[in-house]
Nanobody, 124 residues
Framework: QVQLVESGGGLVQAGGSLRLSCAAS????????MAWFRQAPGKEREIVAG????????YYADSVKGRFTISRDNAKNTVYLQMNSLKPEDTAVYYC?????????????????WGQGTQVTVSS
């Protein structure tokens, strides 16, 4: 069982930056593929970025490539999402998710554990 707690969301102007953190506890974090998803009102949950246990495989959605960076610190059981050059269309609730099988996909249903979400609002 893995518990995930996100932090770092907030209100920022377009062009600004935020850094999200996701602290994991209760399981073998270092084995997990970790991902960030987001969900805007009226839209489906979509993957933003994902990272394998050792950082060897990293995925970014096309919409965030070149602006967002995912990273992890297994010693701290934490995964990060650095978001730069934020746009109003990045506004959403951002969720951290863990796949204990270490596979990692873009499909939310394959992730067993989820955080409670953190709101990111980008004003124009």
């Amino acid at each position: 069982q893995v518990q995930l707690v996100e932090s770092g969301g907030g209100l920022v102007q377009a062009g600004g930056s935020l850094r999200l953190s996701c602290a994991a506890s209760g399981g073998i974090f270092s084995n997990c593929y970790m991902a960030w998803f987001r969900q805007a009102p009226g839209k489906e949950r979509e993957i933003v970025a994902g990272i394998s246990w050792n950082g060897g495989r990293i995925y970014y959605a096309d919409s965030v490539k070149g602006r967002f960076t995912i990273s992890r610190d297994n010693a701290k059981n934490t995964v990060y999402l650095q978001m730069n050059s934020l746009k109003p269309e990045d506004t959403a609730v951002y969720y951290c998710a863990a796949d204990p099988r270490g596979i990692g996909t873009v499909t939310p249903r394959w992730y067993d554990y989820w955080g409670q979400g953190t709101q990111v609002t980008v004003s124009s």
